[in-house]
């Protein structure tokens, strides 16, 4: 089967500025001198993904929200709707990251919801799992991922553009990550629930691993078999870094 290009995708979560447009400015001019294997983009906040678009526009940079209401429109005080994000210049979203889930009490019923309202709004999700460090220690880890991903991939997904992105809890920010051999598990383990859930079509449909993917990690993280991309927090923000990343692909 043909593999799909890589996806490294950048989590900026609640960092940045418009200087730091700078930096983005930066990445385009490197991808522009020389072709990369994968498809890359950049999740800053939202106040920032109008600049970033444009200061992106023309170049292979797409550019995602970090969250998106389950709402169409309405009296949601402070959310964002997944249209206003396509509006503003997004293609895509991170749903269900687990500052979300464990920040803002979402469940997976919730996170389904995003999901769907973001495929409608015609953007990709990209939907996060991951267990936490007690349900690894007690050896939940497989099945907890597999929960997940049978609860938060919507049906309305099947035949739409997404991703999934495997995320261990207690590798985010930390430095710490998986064994190669535990992230290979992991995301077998997502693929066959995918399928389970949604059908074969999604065979090509990337799973990202996450959590302290840096320089010198990067290679043979995206080596592992079904590792489909990385989704990237800290090292992101630095355009020499994010490149490292993208090029280790
Ligand atoms: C993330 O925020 O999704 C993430 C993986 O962060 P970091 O790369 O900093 O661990």
Redesign the pocket.
């Known amino acids: 089967m043909m593999q799909a290009p890589k996806l490294i995708a950048g ?1 900026w ?1 609640m960092n940045g500025l418009a200087a730091d447009l700078a930096e983005v400015s930066l990445l385009v001019d490197s991808l522009s001198k020389a072709a990369v294997n994968c498809r890359v983009a950049l999740c800053p906040p939202s106040t920032l993904i109008a600049r970033m678009a444009e200061t992106a526009d023309g170049s292979i940079v797409e550019i995602g929200g970090q969250d998106c209401s389950a709402e169409a429109k309405g009296a949601f005080t402070g959310d964002t709707s997944a249209a206003m994000l396509a509006d503003a210049g997004a293609t895509l979203v991170i749903v269900g ?1 687990s500052e979300r889930r464990q920040g803002h009490g979402e469940d997976d019923a919730t996170v389904a919801a995003k999901a769907e309202a973001a495929s409608k709004a015609g953007l990709a999700p990209i939907v996060c799992v991951g267990e936490t460090l007690q349900q690894r220690e007690t050896g939940q880890a497989v099945e907890v991922v597999r929960r997940q991903v049978m609860q938060s991939l919507p049906l309305a997904l099947s035949g739409q553009s997404f991703a999934v992105a495997y ?1 261990p809890v207690w ?3 930390t430095g710490l990550t998986p064994t190669l051999a535990q992230i290979e598990e992991v995301h077998r383990a997502v693929r066959r629930a995918m399928i389970e859930r949604l059908g074969l079509g999604v065979a090509v449909v990337p799973i990202l691993y ?4 840096k320089p010198d990690n990067a290679a043979e993280i995206l080596a592992v078999p079904e590792v489909g991309g990385a ?5 992101s923000l630095k355009a020499a870094d994010f490149l490292a990343i993208i090029r280790a692909a």
């Open positions: 989590n979560k990251h995320e590798a985010i920010g996450g959590g302290s993917v989704l990237v927090g800290g090292a």
